[in-house]
Structures are given as C-alpha cells and as structure tokens.
C-alpha cells in the first residue's frame, strides 16, 4: 500500500492542487496516468502521480483509491518537475502545464502507429555531410569542448551555415546514445528541415510533432518518442514539450521569433521550458539566428550564454547589396503604386535574368481596414475591437486576431452612407497587381491564408524550391530560414509597418523582419539585391539592416532600452482579469493593484490599469493590469501574484486569471 500526490484532469483554478490517494498497484509511480472518483463526478476522471510517499499523511478523514492505471500513457519524472516548475514560473494550473506534455488524438484499433515520414521516400536521397568552413569547425569544437549543460547562442549571418552545426550536434548526441530536439519558429518550415534531416540520419530515426498534424498523428508521433523508437524530434514551439526520456542537445533555430512565446495558456516562453529540461538532462541547448533578439544577446554580453560568431557566408559569397527606396521622393514623383517604378523594374530585370524574386509584405488580406468615406468611421471586429480586413477571395471581413468572418455592410453602421471604401495593402491585393504587372511570370503567394489547407505550404515552398514559380509574394513567413538557391532579388514593400506597431521591440521587429528577408537573396553562387521601400529611410533600424550591422542596432537599442528601463533592464507582467459578469474583472484587479502596493512597498515597479471593460462576446469581460519588475525583483513579484491568485481561487470562481511576462502584444481589449 502507497500514497499518491495527483494532479486530477480537471480545469478550474479551485481544484488547482494536489490530491492524495490510496493505490494498492506497485506499478503506479510519479508520472504515472491514473484514474480516480473525483468530487461528486459519475465516472471515473483522469490524473497524473505527482508524488509517492510510503506513509499515509496526517488529516485525511476520507481516503480514496486508484481504480485504473493507463498502460500507454506516462509522463517521465523530468516532465513531472518541468510541469511544477511551469505552474511557479508562469502561474499557470498544474493540468494546463501537465497537457502540454500529453498526446493528442487516440491510437488506432489495430495497435499500429500512423507514419508520418516515410523512409522510402528518403532512400535514394541520402546525403553526405559537406566539409566545414573554419568558423564552423570553432563553433563546433567550443560547443562540445565541455561535457554537460551548456547554452550558446550562435549568432551567424543568414546562409553562414548554422544548420549544418546543428545537424554535426545531433549526430554527436545520438552516437553517445542521446536525443536531439529541433526546434524551428513556424511550422511551414518543418518540411523543409525535415527532408534535409531524413536524407541525412534516415526518416525512421525522426519523429515530427507539430499542431497542423492531425491528433492521430500527433498521438502516434507522441508514442514513437516516449517508446524510444525514433531519436531525433523536430518542429515548432510545441516539439519543446516531446516525452524524450534521454535529451542531449536542444536546438532553436531562429531563437529571435515571437513565434516562440505563447500566447496561449500558459504563456510560456520556449527558451526558458527549453533551458530548464536540458539543466534537468544535463543537455546543451543551442539558440541560433543572424538577428538574436536584445534579451538573447544582451545575456551573451553578460555571460549567461556562450556567444559564437559566423561571420561569413558559408559558400564565401558576399552579402547581398541593399538599396532603399524612399516612397516619400517617389510620392513627390506621383507614384504612390505599393510597388514603386525602381522596384518594378528590378523584378523585371531579374526575371530577364532567369532569376526568381520574392516580394515581402507583412500584412495579409486584400484591404487592410474598411472605412465610411461620409463620417470615417472604421468597421472593427465586435469581439476584439481592432479593424477587421478585407479578403478579396471570399468577399468577407475578417479579425486576424480572433478568426470572426462578417460580410462587407452595403451601408455605414454608424451613418447610413453607402460610400464605403477599402484602404491599404496586403499580400492578396500584392498578388493581383503583381499578375497584372507581369503576366508571363508564375507568382505564388505564402501566407497564413494560402497555407490553411493541409499541405499547401510545403507545395508552395516546394515549386519554388524546384524554380516552377518566379515570384514568390509572402507575410513574414517567407524571411524565416528559408533555403532558396535562384533568388537574386528581395523586394520589401513596405518596411514601417512594423516600425509603426506601438510596442518597445518596433524597432527591434522591423531590424530583424528586414534583414531576416533580406538574406534570402543571394544564397546561390552569384550576390543577390534587396530594395527596401521604406517611409523612414533614416531609421537607425532600418540604416543598420541596410549595412548589415547588427552591432550598430544593438548598441542603440540597448541604449534605449536601458534608459526606459524596458527589457532586459526590467520585466513587464501583463495580468488579465476575465468574467462573464460585467462588473467582476474591474473590481478584482482594483483588489490586486492595492494589494500589490501593499507586498511590494515602495521598492515595486510602477503599475498601469487598462484598456477599460469591452465586451467579448465569446469570453465576456476583461480588464488588464500591466506591471514593471525591476531586475532582480521577480521572485518577490511571483511570490506575491501567486498568493493573490490563490487567494482569489478560493473566494471568487467567477473570474479566470492569467499571467504573461513579457507579452510580445499588450492585450488589445
């Protein structure tokens, strides 16, 4: 007879603790599923061991027992103490962390496992490793010269090679017995790595896990790592949660991406779950990029990552050369065409050429707002309150922040006028005009839209890879690591709208956006052009990005950022305050701004009450409070949020509670 510490499977901040129960199989251990009578529930409910102790604690009245052990289902103990740290580092319930861990989807009646990769499709493809460049046998020889856990952040050029390090580690890691988790920031770029990693280790040895599998397919995926059949993981934000039991190497690719940070609950950050289990492996964790994000490079000048320098291209080509097109001269001209008459013309040049172009726009749609020509009012989403696009394909509005389709009114809600108008450009309406523009050439355009439907990116990625298509027109998909050896031309059309979003990292995004873009030009054998199309083309972020100097942005921008004490100087929590009852959220986070003023004293940070109550109508009512923590002081601030949130569980059901820090989006109301 033992005693279990159980998480039960049950979302409410009320039963967000620990439930210890009687089990009479010797079998059950920590990680274990199991299922329990729970409360006044009917049936049976789902739990995980969080703990086993031989003697029974003191206080239980009433001890129930564990009826049913799950024989597939398991969690390692790793993944068991990863989850408790996620419930004190993000504040988050035990379930919410515990499920990030979990497979999706069942297995199939015959017991057999779904294939997501096939090894035939791989066979007589196999590829050699290349020979290293001096830089990446430094790079290498500094990452393995110490045996345990490490964190190196490789800042490389874009095409200096970083991914063939990547793929020297994992080798490493699975020839000493290990796995080896690849991270990459989105998800249409998993094919392309994927193809490349199984040509080299073989497809049976990879398993991909990724949210645009099916949830059969994710189950089986799951299964295949947990049963130690495969020893290579690969995909996007999720891939950090995979149930390998022996973890030598993680590496993220691209470390720089938002993409990283979740923005659903929790509200992890994937470079912090990524650090903590490779301490618990004693494993090396590898961030990678040619733009690292302030944070990143900012921990490398202090000394809490390993800083290695590629410098150099590794097919020694030069970097490509970056003009600026200043749309105010050629607004003075009278071209005020998103695609300006220098920039039209060096597509054509290329093309000419047998050279592909791509054409970067990080706004997708047809129209960017709709708009009352009578009284200016804009047509905004009712649930979320920003303006919603116009999709020219489907005739329909659309919010990108919630998914709410409308059709476009005949008539001005607020007026009555029929003068509606459509302002601003996205990737649709860039790809109308690029048709038109040239209609001998084949155009594809790669954006969240073209890529809803099931394989659709990677054919998208995969015709332009095999130069069926000459232009490629995309969101910021098209700058993230891909790999395109014909591309002599890279057009930003408009490089402020990043610049314009009202948040800290504007300069930060538009810098990275620009020069992520940018290197995909030239990755053949012949130097390659950008034409940046730009309102400010004296921004220090966009002067750096033409120059390709990463050391000038960061010195500016480290400069104002210690100055406004904005991180990494501080950390921003966002705390948001949800109910269906309209007076709820405003009253608990008064509740929690005094009470926060009370346990912090004087040394807090400066706090900020807002946006006001909006109605939502799929969520009800919101309220935010937006703190500052000053180094240091975040043990202090999470000791405090974690007592009110506790406090406010036990008094108050009716309000959802979560917690950011460091949201790469102030919530919008």
Not at 249 to 268: F, G, R
Request: hydrophobic residues 35%; proline residues 4%.
């Amino acid at each position: 007879m033992k005693y279990v510490d159980i998480v039960i499977d049950n979302k409410s901040d009320r039963t967000d603790r620990l439930y210890t129960y009687g089990c009479e199989d010797d079998s059950v251990e920590t990680g274990s599923k199991v299922y329990v009578r729970f409360a006044t529930r009917k049936g049976l409910v789902a739990g995980y061991v969080f703990g086993v102790h031989d003697e029974a604690p003191s206080g239980i009245k009433r001890l129930r027992y564990v009826e049913e052990k799950d024989e597939d289902i398991s969690l390692t103990e790793e993944m068991v103490r990863t989850a408790s740290w996620m419930k004190k580092r993000y504040l988050t319930r035990y379930i919410d962390a515990v499920d990030l861990f979990t497979p999706a989807g069942e297995a199939l009646k015959s017991g057999e496992l779904r294939q997501v990769l096939s090894a035939a499709d791989y066979e007589e493809f196999a590829e050699e490793a290349p020979e290293l460049t001096d830089e990446q046998k430094a790079a290498l020889e500094e990452i393995t010269a110490e045996e345990g856990h490490g964190i190196y952040l490789i800042h490389g050029v874009t095409g200096s090679g970083k991914t063939e390090i990547y793929m020297r580690l994992i080798e490493r890691a699975v020839s000493e017995g290990k796995g080896a988790v690849m991270l990459v920031p989105e998800i249409s770029l998993t094919a392309q790595i994927t193809d490349r990693f199984a040509r080299r280790f073989g497809a049976e040895n990879i398993a991909v896990l990724h949210s645009r599998l099916s949830p059969g397919e994710r189950h089986d995926e799951w299964m295949k790592i947990r049963r130690g059949l495969v020893n290579i993981v690969i995909g996007a934000r999720s891939a950090v949660f995979c149930p390998m039991e022996n973890i030598g190497v993680i590496i993220m690719d691209e470390e720089h991406e938002a993409t990283y940070k979740s923005e659903k609950n929790p509200k992890y950050d994937t470079v912090e779950v990524a650090v903590k289990r490779a301490m618990d492996h004693g494993a090396k964790v590898v961030l990678g990029s040619a733009t690292p994000s302030v944070v990143s490079y900012s921990r490398s000048e202090e000394g809490i990552y390993r800083r290695i320098e590629l410098k150099h291209r590794y097919n020694r080509n030069e970097m490509p050369e970056v003009g600026i097109i200043d749309m105010r001269e050629q607004l003075k001209a009278g071209s005020s065409d998103i695609i300006s008459p220098p920039l039209r013309d060096a597509v054509l040049e290329e093309l000419e050429r047998k050279k592909q172009v791509i054409l970067f726009l990080n706004r997708r749609g047809y129209s960017s707002f709709v708009s009352c020509r009578t009284c200016g009012s804009v047509r905004k989403c009712p649930d979320c309150g920003i303006s919603m696009t116009y999709h020219k394909s489907e005739n329909m509005l659309r919010c990108h922040y919630c998914g709410r389709r409308e059709p476009v009114p005949e008539r001005c809600p607020d007026c009555g006028s029929e003068d509606i108008g459509f302002f601003g450009t996205g990737t649709e309406k860039v790809d109308e005009k690029i048709r038109k523009m040239f209609p001998e050439a084949s155009v594809a355009r790669l954006d969240l839209d073209t890529m809803r439907k099931k394989g659709s990116a990677q054919k998208i990625i995969s015709d332009f890879e095999k130069e069926k298509t000459n232009i490629l027109i995309g969101t910021q998909v098209v700058a993230k690591g891909l790999d395109f050896r014909n591309v002599g031309l890279v057009g930003i059309l408009s490089a402020d709208i990043s610049l314009n979003i009202p948040d800290f990292r504007s300069a930060e995004r538009t810098f990275q956006l620009i020069t992520q873009a940018a290197g995909r030009a030239g990755r053949g054998s012949e130097k390659g052009r950008v034409l940046i199309q730009t309102y400010t083309p004296d921004n220090y972020a966009v002067q750096a990005a033409k120059d390709h100097d990463y050391d000038a942005f960061y010195e500016k921008e480290i400069m104002f950022r210690r100055a406004m004490r904005h991180p990494p100087f501080s950390d921003f929590i966002q705390i948001v305050f949800q109910s269906k009852e309209r007076d709820l959220p405003p009253f608990t986070a008064a509740f929690w701004e005094r009470s926060l003023m009370q346990i912090l004293g004087p040394e807090g940070g400066p706090m900020m009450r807002g946006p006001m109550i909006v109605a939502n109508r799929k969520e009800g009512y919101k309220e935010c409070l937006l703190l500052r923590c000053p180094k240091g002081m975040r043990n202090r601030y999470f000791g405090g949020l974690a007592t009110l949130k506790e406090k406010t569980a036990e008094k108050e059901s009716r309000v959802h509670i979560t917690v950011d820090v460091n949201p790469y989006s102030i919530w919008r109301g």
